[in-house]
Antibody
Framework: QVQLEESGPGLVKPSQTLSLTCTVSGDSISSGNSYWSWIRQPAGKGLEWIGRIYTTGSTNYNPSLKSRVTISVDTSKNQFSLKLSSVTAADTAVYYC?????????????WGQGILVTVSS | QSVLTQPPSVSGAPGQRVTLSCTGSSSNIGAGFDVHWYQHLPGTAPKLLIY???NRPSGVPDRFSGSKSGTSASLAITGLQAEDEADYYC???????????FGGGTKVTVL
């Protein structure tokens, strides 16, 4: 059974770069059967898609965040990462990593538990 | 403002049937892109309920069913139970944004 786990700092200062890593177990990013996504949820609000990456390194980003987002993959460690630059308080949210399974019509069938990232000085 | 529109809340008594709507446009649901539904309990990871408009992953009770027509999709919950009280999100793909989009979510309350 696939498991995803987010890791990274829970507190980031305004204007700095938020960096998170998602470690995948029970599935291989290199298998090519899925895309690997980042999704966030600000407190009291809905889910927001940030972007995704494929094993080849090909990425898609939310246009509203595209200028600040970088998603990368390390297949040797079976991990993928998120960097969000120039953060503000509006970027405070629970950040989830998720698998987007091609076989399941590109639905996000497995999610990490989420990590709360607070942007504050 | 979410690209996909969901009612903020829906309620029903135990045993009743409730229907959650998800309204999109010609660049997402209306363009033929698939709709997925998720159940989200506070403090937990969202759970996939319906994928590809109508399909249930193994382990999801058949009380949950999905449908799609035109620019809208729906999630029906029959035989409502207390454990169904949660937030529900629809998701699709938008060609003008070249990415996934979520609805704003619907909170289901069991009276």
């Amino acid at each position: 059974q696939v498991q995803l786990e987010e890791s990274g700092p829970g507190l980031v200062k305004p204007s700095q770069t938020l960096s998170l890593t998602c470690t995948v177990s029970g599935d291989s990013i290199s298998s090519g059967n899925s895309y690997w996504s980042w999704i966030r949820q600000p407190a009291g609000k809905g889910l927001e898609w940030i972007g995704r990456i494929y094993t080849t390194g090909s990425t898609n980003y939310n246009p509203s965040l595209k200028s600040r987002v970088t998603i990368s993959v390390d297949t040797s460690k079976n991990q993928f990462s998120l960097k969000l630059s120039s953060v503000t308080a509006a970027d405070t949210a629970v950040y989830y990593c998720a698998r987007q399974k091609i076989q399941l019509w590109l639905s996000n069938d497995s999610w990490g538990q989420g990590i709360l990232v607070t942007v504050s000085s | 403002q979410s690209v996909l529109t969901q009612p903020p809340s829906v309620s029903g008594a135990p045993g009743q049937r409730v229907t959650l709507s998800c309204t999109g446009s010609s660049s997402n649901i209306g363009a033929g892109f698939d709709v997925h539904w998720y159940q989200h309990l506070p403090g937990t990871a969202p759970k996939l309920l319906i994928y590809g408009n109508t399909n249930r992953p193994s382990g999801v009770p058949d009380r949950f069913s999905g449908s799609k027509s035109g620019t809208s999709a729906s999630l029906a919950i029959t035989g409502l139970q207390a454990e169904d009280e949660a937030d529900y999100y629809c998701q699709s793909y938008d060609s003008s944004l070249s990415g996934s989009v979520f609805g704003g979510g619907t909170k289901v309350t069991v009276l």
